[in-house]
Each structure stands twice: as C-alpha cells, then as structure tokens.
C-alpha cells in the first residue's frame, strides 16, 4: 500500500553520465514534487508539477529536467551528472497547489563519484 | 526572503525528560506552518499543520503551537522510539520552506 515510491533508492555513477529517477504514487493527488536535501539536511524544492503542468521551476540547472507523463508520475532525468548533485532526491505528492500537507517517498541517494 | 530556523541543531535527552523544539520562521503570506518527522533512510512524516496563531495541536507526546514568528513542538516524556529529525516548514503564497530540522535523541 505505497503512497509514493520512488525508484532506485540508491544511485552511484560517475561525472558525466545521464541518470534518471522514477517516482509514481497511488494516492490521486493531483500535484508532484521534486525536492533537495543536502548533506546538512536542508529540503529544497527543485519543482512542482500540478495535473502534468510545470508550475514550480525553482533555479535549477537546466542538466535536471522533469516529465510528467500523468498526474500520477513525476521522473526526474538528469544530464551530464556533476560532483555537487549528490545528495538525497525525494519525490512527494499533495492532494493540491494549496497548502495542504505533503507525502514524500523515501527518497534516492545520489552519488556521483 | 522567507526564511525557516530551527534550534537547537541537536537534542540529547533522557527518556521522560520534556522539552520544547523551536521553529522561527520570516514568510510573507504564511499559510500554514507544518511540522514533519525524519526517520534515517526515511522521508518526512507529516505530523501536523498549524495555519493561525494562537493554534495548537497535539498527537500522544507531541504538542505544536504557533504564535505570529515562531513555533514550539513540545515533547511531553520522551521515549527513545520519538528519537528522529523534526522538521518545520512554512507555506507561502506557492511552495513549502523547509527548516534545517532538530535531531532529537532520546536515551533510556
């Protein structure tokens, strides 16, 4: 009964390469996120996609780019990886682009070496 | 630029030994102040929403009040299962500002 899962939970690949993350949840929410969290463990938003529309780009390098093929699935693809976008990637959902409370997966640990 | 604090970095304490997390935020349009929890290799557990000043909620040994610049996650007697990082974070007008959270450590 996953609410939101993502997939792979742990990613290692060298600078360079193109990597992608999955992430699908069953709850009918009608909005996805992407977020950041560091080594210090500070969360950032990256984006947000709302019925398959980008509503949310927060400067981000244009190396990460989202698809949204329905409101269930948010991928995050990411080109040319470089040494600082190691970090944790959680995908979460909410039920609309009000605040009501988001569910986040369990996140993918990314390190590129 | 809204912001999001959160102290102490880091909390020890012995289990049945209350104390209070404190969640300071600056956000124009704040619609709402959510408080999560982290569990290592996990991803935030939403615990509660506080969206006036003046509102409090409470779910077993966890109490969350909000005034207009801060608020407090009160942790009534401890037990070593509440140990994990908690997190606020702030609505504006678009997108949830997370804090740096609190690792709580709680000891038998």
């Known amino acids: 009964d996953t609410a939101v899962s993502q997939t792979p939970k742990y990613l290692v690949t060298q600078m360079g390469n193109d990597k992608s993350i999955k992430c699908e949840q069953n709850?009918?929410?009608?909005?996805m996120y992407w977020y950041k969290q560091d080594s210090k463990k500070f969360l950032k938003i990256m984006f947000s996609?709302?019925?398959?529309?980008?509503?949310i780009n927060e400067t981000v390098p244009n190396r990460f780019s989202p698809k949204s093929p329905d409101k269930a699935h948010l991928n995050l693809h990411i080109n040319s990886l470089e040494l600082g976008d190691s970090a944790v990637y959680f995908c979460?959902?909410?039920?609309?682009?009000?605040?009501?409370?988001?569910?986040f997966g369990n996140g993918t640990r990314l390190t590129v070496t | 630029e809204d912001q999001v604090t959160q102290s102490p970095e880091a909390l020890r304490l012995q289990e049945g030994e209350s104390s209070s997390l404190n969640c300071s935020y600056t956000v124009s349009g704040l619609r709402g102040l959510f408080w999560y929890r982290q569990d290592p290799g996990k991803g935030p557990e939403f615990l509660f929403t506080?969206?006036?000043a003046g509102e409090e909620k409470e779910k077993e040994r966890l109490k969350a009040t909000l005034t207009k610049k801060e608020s407090f996650l009160h942790i009534t007697a401890p037990k070593p299962e509440d140990s994990a990082t908690y997190l606020c974070a702030a609505y504006n007008t678009d997108k949830l500002i997370f804090g740096t959270g609190t690792r709580l450590q709680v000891f038998p």
């Open positions: 979460a959902s909410s039920p609309d682009r009000k605040n009501s409370p988001l569910h």
């Open positions: 506080l969206y006036s």
């Open positions: 709850l009918g929410h009608d909005t």
């Open positions: 996609y709302n019925n398959k529309e980008l509503i």
